[in-house]
């Protein structure tokens, strides 16, 4: 079973709807990740927050909003979306320094649906 | 930037075969992961390389990180049914760089 928890599992939200997708990890890692996967598709990165700061952003629409409450939270909240951002959202963690650090580990996914 | 070239794309097995496929990047990378995915899943960690030449086992599966540092390979062997779904290759470069991921390769197990 994965050690990282993703809520909810199942979401449908109307383009003006504001929701949240929620992720937590125990284990003690320092690097989180927010992912995006369509179908048939590998996941492609989107957010990563290292010691609970923002290091890296993929040109990402700003109605996609992360938020990292502390080292074992990430949220992403979501505001204004389109049917197209409908997908597979992931949360990932990893430790951060040495080669361990360079493992990732995914939760179950959130699948999100915009009507 | 940096692409990883995963192949084949699908592969269509009789149970009990074994199953092998394999991942090729541009330039180097210092770590090398192997997931699988079912569908409606998030992927699930198989098998994680760190060194070249590392060969690494974890049941029926056998992956190795190439010598040249640009490439990995995933065997599986006496394949069974619950071996169904896709495949991801994902390396890294050295520095701070993302995880890159391969494309995929979508097992079918014929029983």
């Known amino acids: 079973d994965t050690e990282v928890t993703q809520t909810p599992k199942h979401l449908v939200m109307g383009m003006t709807n504001k929701k949240s997708l929620k992720c937590e990890q125990h284990m003690g890692h320092r690097a989180m990740y927010w992912y995006k996967q369509k179908a048939k598709k590998p996941p492609e990165l989107m957010f990563v927050y290292s010691y609970e700061k923002l290091s890296i952003n993929e040109s990402v629409p700003s109605r996609f909003s992360p938020e990292c409450p502390n080292s074992s939270l990430l949220n992403l909240h979501l505001h204004a979306l389109q049917p197209e951002d409908s997908a597979l959202y992931l949360c990932?963690?990893?430790?951060?320094?040495?080669?361990?650090?360079?493992?990732?580990?995914f939760g179950e996914g959130s699948w999100l649906t915009v009507v | 930037g940096q692409q990883l070239n995963q192949s084949p794309q699908s592969m269509f097995i009789q149970e009990g075969e074994d199953v092998s496929m394999n991942c090729t990047s541009s330039?180097?990378?210092?770590?090398w992961l192997w997931y699988k995915q079912d569908p409606g899943e998030g992927p699930v960690l198989l098998i994680a390389?760190?060194?070249?030449?590392e060969l690494t086992s974890n049941g029926r599966l056998t992956a190795q990180f190439g010598i040249t540092r640009k490439d990995s390979f995933l065997n599986i062997s006496a394949s069974i049914p619950s071996d169904v779904g896709i495949y991801f290759c994902?390396?890294?470069?050295?520095?701070?760089?993302?995880?890159?991921f391969g494309k995929g390769t979508r097992l079918s197990v014929i029983a």
């Open positions: 330039s180097i990378f210092n770590t």
């Open positions: 390389l760190y060194k070249a030449g």
């Open positions: 994902a390396g890294r470069a050295p520095g701070n760089t993302p995880l890159v």
């Open positions: 990932a963690s990893s430790q951060e320094g040495g080669a361990n650090g360079n493992t990732i580990y």
